[in-house]
């Protein structure tokens, strides 16, 4: 015993320690996330070996060896190795346009500008919201105009022969703009105070989401003409979109609910004592303040709902997937279904990866509100 | 002192202006209105029904279905009832996807994990592979995998895997167990064995907690637990070894098994999709975890494993669960976009048998009500699951 120190403080002798390392630059980022420790480091060269070798292989068949423009239906791509790209140059229109007249594509060739130019102009988040949706809400109807025709000089086209992109885009715009008003519907039906209205949304919005979308469209196509009087027809266009819009009303429906249950009950009552009535509450108290809380989360949806235009497809309509099957049945061209599909699903991605982003960023500005708010 | 005044009597509300005299009449207009809405479409069906000389009706379930159904796990033989036909359908549909979601779920979680790693080359890998699935429709993604598969050289030419496996466009050609039915009660065995496992682990944990001395030999028991039924049914049917592996003769494959093109696209595209949403959420999980509880089971020394199994995890659980079952509901739902590559699951057998038999309103309906079944059934089990990982507080 007796060897106990008196304290177990530092004595005033000690060595000065060495400040930390810098933790920026290249060097310092590999060493604190490749290299660790030496079998760290060890398994990372040895995964960025097998990641690099990958990596070459797909970029060897996929631009060393491609095959990019291939004349007589594609001799060139028999003997290639590579990829052949050529069948999305030679079959472009068909991907994008469907089977829309050649020589009427510029107008659907216009909707994708429109589209895409006003997208851009909403992300950058110059305008009000206000002008955002009404501006949306005029390229929608203004696509509908250009691609059907019959106005202004333009050659009528039907329905049947829509195809491609400016579809797909219709089918989103017209799912979202019929959507969104039945699910703010049916959320504030299932909060309602009268049980029979109750019932009927929490059975509309359960029931639909037990049963797929396509079993919703097949409802949407094969029974709703059963149903209805035979001089009533329904296009096909527009009673698939029915089954769209009811689906993408019923998965939004439950995440705008989340929005009203969020709300604090303070808001309703202040609003009652003032003596509004139940739709001015709504419209001016409730829905304003809930739907700004729900909109990252109904970005989920709208991105989902853009992703379920393809399957449109198996409705035998041309929208971008149901297009590129109908160019790949070419026999010239069938082998090169790989990369046809490549291209779409790269077309998808970035779209889908932009309009993420652009949800993500509406995300970071809520929470910049919040926290300035408290 | 102020003198108080007699109270006034509220002046009697109109019925009218009644509140609930209000609801009342609003909502039996409503069901009125519905009532004639459905009586208008049941009229108008009915007619459409006679003119086309079509009846109605569950009678022809029991006539015999003409039509012939690809392979998948069960088999249909044309000339057996459309209820058989809708069972095979159901059955295919209830294994693909059981089985989609276990890959799903284990390439998932390894995902979700891999996200959060210290390596920034895993982490990196992890994300690409997420942004890349979960950016881009299922659909494409089936389609494509069933393109990928059947444009592959034919089996003479076939891709070969450690010459054990064999890609080409007959599908995926790989070792077999020779006694197939054996090795099937083999795995249910073996999932029968984690059941017990898990329950005995939970009464060894209760054990242990209670008297604060756990059982002797307790690892050593739970893997007996775990791997005893399976061994029993195996030395039960004999102890059959031989495997059998696939061998190139003439134009076809000799032994093995053979994966058809149609249910490895829809197997990728349900698995490979849902697993990207599933890293997210296992992701979202983990980070929920408050950071002061990783703190503490660093302060009393705990290894990295532990402080996985023991702290993170069966928090990150609670958090997981609810979503997690939303995409097996998705999943299950999902698989009947088979329909797009000819797999034959309860969707595309109801899209054939409704074609055939004219039946299309009885035929949905049915189709639709299993489904429904289904997901309420995840549901169910999700809730029963949630039940148990809630943590008590306070």
């Given amino acids: ?51 690099i070798v990958a990596l070459w292989h797909i970029l060897r068949w996929s631009v060393v060896d491609a095959v990019w423009y291939a004349p007589d239906n594609g001799a060139a791509c028999r003997t290639a190795t590579g ?30 500008a429109i589209w895409l130019a006003w997208g851009a102009v909403s992300a950058t988040r110059l305008l009000g919201v206000g002008t955002r949706l009404t501006g949306w809400a005029l390229v929608f109807a203004a696509s509908i105009l250009l691609l059907g025709g019959g106005v ?81 027809t329904v296009d096909k ?138 | 002192m102020s003198r108080i005044s007699p109270t006034r009597v509220a002046p009697a509300v109109p019925p009218w202006r009644n509140p609930r005299v209000q609801a009342i009449v609003w909502q039996a207009l409503l069901v009125l209105a519905l009532l004639a809405l459905a009586v208008w ?19 022809f379930l029991f006539d015999p279905a003409q039509f012939a159904v690809g392979e998948a796990f069960f088999v249909f033989k044309p000339g057996s009832t459309y209820l058989a036909a809708l069972a095979v359908g159901l059955g295919n549909t209830v294994m693909l996807s059981l089985v989609s979601i276990l890959t799903a779920t284990v390439l998932g979680a390894a995902l979700g994990f891999a996200r959060l790693s210290r390596n920034a080359l895993i982490a990196g890998l992890a994300k690409a592979y997420v942004e890349a699935f979960r950016n881009t429709p299922q659909l494409v993604q089936i389609v494509f995998w069933y393109s990928f598969f059947t444009l592959l050289p034919g089996p003479r030419q076939s891709w070969s895997i450690l010459d054990l496996a064999f890609a080409s466009n007959r599908g995926l050609t790989v070792p077999a167990p020779e006694n197939g039915d054996v090795f099937l009660l083999m795995l249910g065995m073996l999932a029968l064995g984690a059941l017990l496992a898990l329950v005995f682990a939970h009464l060894a944990d209760r ?11 307790v690892r050593l028991t739970e893997l007996a637990v775990l791997l005893l039924p399976a061994l029993g049914a195996w030395l039960a049917c004999g102890a059959p070894l031989g495997w059998s592996v696939p061998e190139l003769r003439g134009f076809n494959y000799v032994g093995g098994a053979t994966l058809a093109p149609e249910f490895l696209a829809i197997y990728f595209g349900l698995s490979f999709y849902i697993a990207a949403f599933i890293a997210e959420i296992v992701r979202g999980g983990l980070v929920s ?31 997981i669960i609810p979503p997690l079952a939303a995409q097996y509901v998705s999943l299950l739902k999902n698989s009947s976009l088979g329909v797009a590559v000819g797999y034959p699951d309860l969707f595309s057998i109801s899209n054939t048998a409704l074609t055939y038999s004219g039946r299309t309103i ?33």
């Fill in chain 1, 152 to 232: 202004a000089g333009l050659e009528r086209v039907g329905t049947d022969l829509w195809g491609g992109l400016p579809l797909t885009f219709i089918i989103f715009g017209g799912t979202i703009a019929g959507g969104l008003p039945l699910a703010i519907l049916l959320a504030i039906g299932r909060r309602s105070e009268l049980p029979v209205v109750r019932l009927l949304c929490v059975a509309t919005i359960e029931g639909v989401r037990g049963i797929p979308l396509l079993a919703l469209l097949f409802f949407a196509a094969l029974i709703l003409p059963l149903f209805l009087p035979p001089q009533l």
């Fill in chain 2, 41 to 59: 479409l049941v009229t108008n069906a009915r007619q459409a029904l006679d003119e086309r000389g079509m009846t109605s009706g569950l009678g």
């Fill in chain 1, 83 to 112: 990829a052949c790209w050529a069948v999305i140059v030679e079959k472009y229109r068909v991907i994008l346009f469907g089977a829309y007249p050649y020589d009427q594509q510029w107008r659907g060739g216009l909707i994708v």
């Fill in chain 2, 207 to 217: 054990h242990r907690r209670r008297t604060g001395r756990p059982w002797r030999l």
């Fill in chain 2, 362 to 394: 009885e035929v949905l309906c049915i189709m639709a009500a299993v489904y429904l079944l289904l997901s309420l059934a995840i549901g169910a089990a999700a809730n029963v699951v949630n039940r148990f990982v809630q943590i008590p507080e306070r």
């Fill in chain 1, 237 to 374: 266009l527009i009673r698939a979109e029915i089954g769209m819009i009811i689906f993408f009303a019923a998965y939004a429906a439950e995440v705008v609910r989340g929005g009203l249950q969020a709300m604090p009950e303070g808001q309703d009552e202040a609003a009652k004592a003032l003596g509004l009535g139940y739709w001015l509450r709504m419209r001016k108290i409730i829905l304003p303040q809930a739907l700004a809380i729900v909109v990252p989360a109904l970005f989920n949806d709208i991105i989902r709902a853009f992703k379920n235009t393809t399957f449109f497809s198996i409705l035998g309509l041309f929208d971008v997937l149901g297009a590129t099957k109908a160019a790949l049945q070419d026999p010239n061209w069938v082998r090169y279904g790989t990369e046809g599909y490549l291209f779409v699903f790269l077309l998808y991605f970035i779209i889908c990866s932009a309009m993420s982003l652009y949800g993500g960023s509406i995300e970071r500005d809520n929470q910049r509100r919040v926290r300035r708010a408290t």
């Fill in chain 1, 1 to 51: 015993m007796g060897t106990l120190p008196r304290s177990f403080a530092r004595p005033a002798s000690s060595p000065p320690r060495r400040p930390p390392a810098d933790a920026r630059g290249v060097r310092a980022f590999a060493q604190a996330h490749l290299f660790q420790s030496p079998l760290a480091g060890l398994f990372t060269f040895l995964l960025g070996a097998v990641v």
């Fill in chain 2, 289 to 319: 975890v408050d950071a002061g509880q990783i703190e503490a089971a660093n302060a009393i020394g705990l290894s990295r494993g532990d402080l996985y199994r023991k702290v993170m995890v069966p928090q990150a659980l609670r958090v």
